[in-house]
């Protein structure tokens, strides 16, 4: 898996923050949602994945045309779209079994991806840490899944919360770390002009 140039993700931080306010929002509708009804909890999961895997189809366009690493982010929006439509597809199916470890394992498969993806790909460690931590929590949460029967829902909800809050803080600390590395620039450029301009010395015959 190729590296993440670190000027690439400075400049597409707002990907990252677009879909960690996403993961918030629908996490907090997941888990705190008064709604019993599974349709309606199975249709907002659809809903919440394929929009999901919209941002991120984006964001393998922009990094294909920029020729940046571009496999990672088509794997997980075709992830993320397959899974989508296997939910909505199935939503009137009698037996909810299918819909819970459809979930289970994507959640389970997203967390090992981020894992991945934190350390082979990213070079900072401050995202290698965030990313990895969220893998974690994404595979931890997947084995969870497996056995919380009609809590399903809300365990993935929950998830989705650490999803885009870890995401939500990768995407502010690029952003950050842009403006730093943009103000060095100036300030380097403008002791660079400075000095230039500086009159040299002349002895006197």
Not at 9 to 23: C, E, K, P
Not at 102 to 107: H, N, P
């Amino acid at each position: 898996m190729a590296h993440i140039s670190r000027k690439f993700i400075d400049q597409h931080w707002s990907v990252f923050v677009a879909q960690g306010i996403l993961a918030i929002v629908f996490g907090g509708l997941a888990l705190f949602s008064s709604s019993v009804d599974f349709e309606y909890l199975i249709a907002l999961v659809a809903v919440f994945l394929l929009a999901l895997g919209i941002i991120e189809l984006f964001n393998a366009i922009n990094r294909h045309i920029r020729d940046r690493s571009w496999v990672p982010s088509v794997m997980i929006a075709v992830i993320d779209a397959v899974v989508a439509v296997a939910l909505i597809t199935t939503i009137k199916e009698p037996s909810t079994t299918w819909h819970m470890a459809v979930i289970a394992v994507y959640t389970l498969l997203r967390g090992i991806f981020e894992i991945l993806i934190g350390l082979l790909s990213t070079q900072d460690n401050t995202d290698r840490f965030i990313r990895v931590l969220c893998g974690m929590c994404g595979a931890i949460m997947g084995f969870v899944l497996f056995n919380s029967s009609h809590l399903v829902i809300r365990f993935f909800g929950a998830y989705m919360l650490i999803f885009g809050i870890c995401h939500l803080i990768y995407g502010v600390h690029n952003h950050t770390e842009k403006v730093d590395d943009h103000n060095a620039r100036v300030e380097a450029a403008a002791k660079a002009k400075k000095t230039t301009k500086r009159p040299r010395s002349t002895k006197k015959k």
